[in-house]
């Protein structure tokens, strides 16, 4: 499904509307972009090149389609012992991040448990479809299924820009690290073009360029709200935060998940225990680079606080809040200096 609006919401300067679109056919989740242009039609102009560059991404990192002249992450799940897939760069240069992530983070965040996690996923879909029916993975095919889940098999040739799966049950799963990282180089290379004011959020992975416009004409901070995580709340918004030149990437239990006895299961599945993690209601990293948040946000939603709070602490210009799942909120020890009042 593909659905754009276009609504002017503030009138910056004669020159300068303030836009917001909205697309539905990327990912699988919601996008928007907010930015300023001359005209509704500029502005068009410019939300469908957005839209363009960020569906190269999702056809390059999907791995449920096939696209006619393209050799995707699926193509390379397809040939999982069979053969060395060539692909574009920007397939080598996210898989190249994700085995970096994977082993900052002792395997927290894994792109290499898609034979795991394509089980929950049959099993949440079925769920979804038939409520009265749902039921949870065995865990005797988990078990077998995670032992095919060694990245060191992500065989990555640099000179031939191809990728190998030497394990032929292996299958990647990049829906951790994808969005975010598309979200990033979408922001650069418009950047790049001389846009200088524009918010993107690829499904909770959000990135600022630049700052806002008020109504006089000043520049102001782009202000993003982290979603209460508890939807019955009239408190849509736990709270918001400065997002100027940075990104804020949130992972959730409340987007995707099915009901089996009256409990919920959600999608981040802890590679320990091959079950849903159930530390938190919600994660988000603020730092300047979504392509660096994303997946790491899946990492520490599987590491209780204090693990996830050490791993957040040492990295520069990153912060974090986690929403327990009794609701109480942590914070990392520079997040409150972006809090907006
Ligand atoms: P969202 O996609 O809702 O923003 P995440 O960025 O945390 O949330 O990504 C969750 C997706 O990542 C899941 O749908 C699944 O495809 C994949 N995934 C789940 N658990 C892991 C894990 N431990 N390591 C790598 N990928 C995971
Ligand atoms: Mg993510």
């Given at each position: 499904m593909c659905l754009m609006m276009i609504l002017s919401v503030s009138?910056?300067?004669?020159?300068?509307?303030?836009?917001?679109?909205?697309?539905?056919?990327?990912?699988?989740?919601?996008?928007?972009?907010?930015?300023?242009?001359?005209?509704?039609?500029?502005?068009?102009?410019?939300?469908?090149?957005?839209?363009?560059?960020?569906q190269e991404y999702n056809r390059?990192?999907?791995?449920?389609?096939?696209?006619?002249?393209?050799?995707?992450?699926?193509?390379?799940?397809?040939?999982?012992?069979?053969?060395?897939?060539?692909?574009?760069?920007?397939?080598?240069?996210?898989?190249?991040?994700?085995?970096?992530?994977?082993?900052?983070?002792?395997?927290?965040?894994?792109?290499?448990?898609?034979?795991?996690?394509?089980?929950?996923?049959?099993?949440?879909?079925?769920?979804?479809?038939?409520?009265?029916?749902?039921?949870?993975?065995?865990?005797?095919?988990?078990?077998?299924?995670?032992?095919?889940?060694?990245?060191?098999?992500?065989?990555?040739?640099?000179?031939?820009?191809?990728?190998?799966?030497?394990?032929?049950?292996?299958?990647?799963?990049?829906?951790?690290?994808?969005?975010?990282?598309?979200?990033?180089?979408?922001?650069?290379?418009?950047?790049?073009?001389?846009?200088?004011?524009?918010?993107?959020?690829?499904?909770?992975?959000?990135?600022?360029?630049?700052?806002?416009?008020?109504?006089?004409?000043?520049?102001?901070?782009?202000?993003?709200?982290?979603?209460?995580?508890?939807?019955?709340?009239?408190?849509?918004?736990?709270?918001?935060?400065?997002?100027?030149?940075?990104?804020?990437?949130?992972?959730?239990?409340?987007?995707?998940?099915?009901?089996?006895?009256?409990?919920?299961?959600?999608?981040?599945?802890?590679?320990?225990?091959?079950?849903?993690?159930?530390?938190?209601?919600?994660?988000?990293?603020?730092?300047?680079?979504?392509?660096?948040?994303?997946?790491?946000?899946?990492?520490?939603?599987?590491?209780?606080?204090?693990?996830?709070?050490?791993?957040?602490?040492?990295?520069?210009?990153?912060?974090?809040?986690?929403?327990?799942?009794?609701?109480?909120?942590?914070?990392?020890?520079?997040?409150?200096?972006?809090?907006?009042?």
């Open positions: 009138c910056a300067q004669k020159t300068a509307h303030r836009y917001q679109a909205e697309f539905l056919s990327l990912f699988d989740t919601v996008t928007t972009v907010i930015g300023y242009a001359g005209s509704n039609a500029e502005f068009t102009t410019l939300a469908e090149a957005v839209k363009s560059k960020l390059l990192y999907d791995i449920y389609n096939n696209y006619d002249g393209i050799n995707n992450i699926k193509t390379i799940n397809d040939n999982a012992g069979i053969r060395a897939v060539k692909v574009d760069p920007r397939i080598i240069e996210l898989l190249l991040l994700s085995k970096k992530k994977c082993e900052l983070t002792d395997g927290a965040v894994n792109i290499a448990m898609g034979s795991v996690l394509a089980i929950w996923h049959t099993y949440r879909e079925a769920g979804i479809d038939d409520p009265e029916h749902a039921s949870l993975p065995p865990m005797d095919r988990l078990i077998e299924a995670s032992k095919h889940t060694d990245i060191d098999n992500v065989i990555i040739d640099l000179e031939r820009s191809a990728v190998f799966l030497s394990d032929p049950k292996m299958r990647l799963d990049v829906g951790a690290v994808a969005k975010g990282y598309a979200a990033e180089q979408t922001a650069l290379y418009f950047e790049g073009k001389g846009v200088r004011r524009l918010l993107l959020s690829v499904g909770g992975n959000v990135r600022a360029v630049g700052h806002k416009l008020e109504q006089n004409n000043h520049e102001v901070p782009w202000v993003v709200g982290i979603q209460n995580p508890d939807k019955l709340s009239r408190q849509t918004e736990l709270l918001s935060v400065n997002c100027s030149g940075r990104a804020l990437v949130t992972s959730g239990v409340y987007e995707r998940y099915y009901t089996v006895g009256g409990k919920q299961y959600h999608h981040i599945i802890n590679p320990q225990t091959l079950m849903p993690a159930d530390y938190y209601k919600s994660v988000s990293i603020l730092c300047p680079d979504s392509g660096f948040a994303d997946g790491f946000t899946t990492a520490i939603f599987n590491m209780p606080l204090e693990k996830g709070r050490a791993f957040i602490e040492a990295l520069k210009d990153t912060e974090a809040l986690w929403v327990l799942s009794d609701g109480t909120i942590a914070k990392s020890s520079g997040f409150d200096a972006y809090v907006v009042k």
